[in-house]
């Protein structure tokens, strides 16, 4: 067998960008080895380094880079996971916020924590990044590596964020726990334009999207895509005034910093879809998506002048149109958010793994995720009863549509 060598890297400048590439995008996937996303964006090394290089982690974050690569015989990077030492629970969009109160009331200290996941970033990709080619036990000597960090650091924990099903049932089969959550995902299977979606609507939806349309933009707002060179400083300076406000008014403490816009744009534009509403010439809302080969990620949205339905308009629809111009198979519009049912998108299942050194909260957080995955079960169940879709009995799938509208 190739002799693999585990390492830590508390920089990810510190890794080479096409070795660690090679890893996270291994060129000429099949569909079933893409595991979902043949390119993603967030696990390239151009984001991780913004992130780092902009101070958005790293320093008082409480996000310290310790990223895991794993190296064959030749010194060969062969796999890789993006991981930090957590000092707080901020920024994952899985909560564990209960777990870490209740192991403390018993004395027990849950930070500091090891997380591998894309900081502030709730969409599902590989975690478990492997090269094309990868040699045997490749993904195991990276969990090795992960579980020995671990222990050096004194970690109460190990927490794997949105990987794909996949790496899930590779943590699983490694003896991680496997969480399930829900998300609300845009699946463009079926429609080549705006147009077919509605036709597939009950009407009373259809007539409700079309009115909120209208209503968002009437007559003096226009929509822009913006992407590639011609994203400029001005765009992104306009897109971050409408981040802080609306990061300063929902969580208190924005986590991006401008910089970290400026690295972004000036790495891989071709990536980034930004969908900016201008009234009397200027910019009073935007939101930043960024293209993978399969899908569209809606991440961070804000606007300065509160007007009906721009946040629908801006974030979903305008995200539907963008990726069936472009061939894409789904919108991912970020975590949580009941109302976007009602506009389309759909209730999918995403994973989380989790591994804990005190074997007394191990069984604690098994059996409670037990009870919570037969819950989300029931959940998506009950959503899918709840899709705005016809179904043949237009009255009774048009009547279930409009439960959730009071989310408007």
């Not at 190739?2 to 400048?13: E, G, K, N, Q, Y």
């Not at 609300?184 to 939806?205: E, M, P, V, Y």
């Not at 111009?325 to 989380?352: I, M, N």
Request: with cysteine; charged share 25%; hydrophobic share 40%.
């Amino acid at each position: 067998m190739t002799s693999l060598t585990a390492r830590l890297v508390s920089s990810i400048a510190a890794v080479d960008p096409a070795a660690w590439d090679a890893c996270a995008n291994p060129p000429g996937l099949s569909e079933a080895e893409a595991e979902g996303e043949r390119f993603n964006p967030f696990v390239t090394h151009a984001f991780l380094n913004a992130l780092e290089a902009s101070g958005s982690t790293g320093g008082r974050t409480g996000w310290t880079p310790a990223h895991v690569v794993v190296e064959d015989g030749k010194g060969r990077i062969v796999a890789a996971a993006p991981s930090y030492l957590k000092s707080h629970s901020q920024g994952e969009y899985v909560f564990d916020h209960a777990w870490a109160d209740a192991y403390e009331r018993a004395g027990g200290a849950y930070y500091p924590k090891l997380q591998v996941a894309v900081p502030f970033t709730p969409a599902t990709g590989r975690r478990l990044l492997a090269a094309a080619g990868a040699p045997e036990g490749a993904r195991e000597a990276l969990i090795a590596g992960l579980r020995e960090v671990g222990r050096q650091i004194k970690a109460s924990s190990i927490h794997v964020t949105f990987p794909t099903a996949e790496d899930a049932a590779r943590l699983e089969r490694m003896g991680f726990l496997v969480r399930h959550g829900e998300q609300f995902h845009f699946l463009c299977d079926g429609f080549a334009t705006f147009d077919d979606f509605l036709a597939a609507l009950a009407s009373r939806k259809r007539k409700s999207i079309k009115r909120e349309r209208r209503e968002a933009t009437g007559d003096d707002v226009t929509i822009e895509w913006v992407t590639g060179s011609s994203i400029t400083s001005g765009h992104w300076d306009s897109f971050f005034a409408f981040y802080m406000d609306t990061g300063s008014r929902k969580w208190g403490r924005p986590y991006l910093t401008r910089r970290f816009f400026s690295l972004i744009g000036a790495a891989m534009a071709e990536r980034i879809l930004l969908v900016m509403a201008k009234r009397e010439g200027r910019w009073i809302a935007g939101a930043i998506n960024f293209i993978g080969d399969d899908a569209l990620y809606g991440r961070n949205w804000g606007a300065i002048e509160e007007r009906p339905f721009l946040h629908f308009e801006v974030c979903y629809y305008q995200a539907i149109e963008f990726a069936l111009s472009r061939g894409l198979k789904r919108v991912e519009a970020g975590a949580q958010g009941e109302h976007k049912l009602a506009r389309g998108y759909r209730p999918v299942v995403t994973y989380s793994a989790h591994e804990f050194a005190d074997a007394r909260l191990e069984r604690a957080v098994a059996d409670y995720l037990r009870h919570e995955r037969a819950a989300v079960a029931r959940t998506i169940a009950h959503y899918e009863d709840h899709a705005p879709f016809r179904r043949g009995d237009g009255d009774r799938s048009e009547a279930l549509g409009e439960t959730y509208d009071a989310d408007l």
